[in-house]
């Protein structure tokens, strides 16, 4: 078994530079979902403190993930990746609907957050499967 610091730091990583990808190319439908006006947004810069928090809890995502499949026994690109699949529709996608359909946010929102946190499972799923 190789280092598993190492594994879920980098799944960490790779979870957070890839909400930075989603949120990046999907900015403006955010905004829009958000009751903003992209144009508003442009010169705004990105407040440090969500940055530093969101990058600390996908290291912690990816801990909890490193210990799930570890003792699921669930190791594999393939078998991984259903995992993450599986968990993040079944716990974070659910979460996500729900608190936004209470706070009354639209399903623009919800979809776009909720794929976030699918996809980012899924591929922190698949690094630490690669790196463990």
């Given at each position: ?24 190319v ?11 006006n992209?144009?508003d ?8 403190t969500?940055?530093v ?9 990816s ?20 995992a993450?699949l ?18 009354q ?13 699918v996809?980012a499972?899924v591929?922190?799923a ?7």
């Amino acid at each position: 078994m190789h280092n598993p610091i190492i594994a879920i730091l980098a799944a960490g990583v790779a979870g957070w530079i890839f909400g930075a990808v989603w949120y990046g190319v999907l900015s403006k439908p955010y905004q829009r979902a958000l009751g903003l006006n992209p144009d508003d947004c442009k010169d705004k810069k990105m407040p440090m403190t969500p940055m530093v928090v969101s990058f600390l809890a996908a290291v912690v995502m990816s801990a909890v993930l490193y210990q799930l499949l570890t003792n699921l026994g669930v190791m594999g690109l393939v078998p991984s990746a259903i995992a993450g699949l599986t968990i993040g529709v079944g716990f974070l996608a659910t979460s996500t609907l729900v608190n936004n359909l209470f706070q009354q946010k639209s399903m623009t929102l919800t979809v776009i957050d909720a794929g976030h946190w699918v996809l980012a499972v899924v591929v922190e799923a698949v690094v630490i499967s690669l790196l463990a």
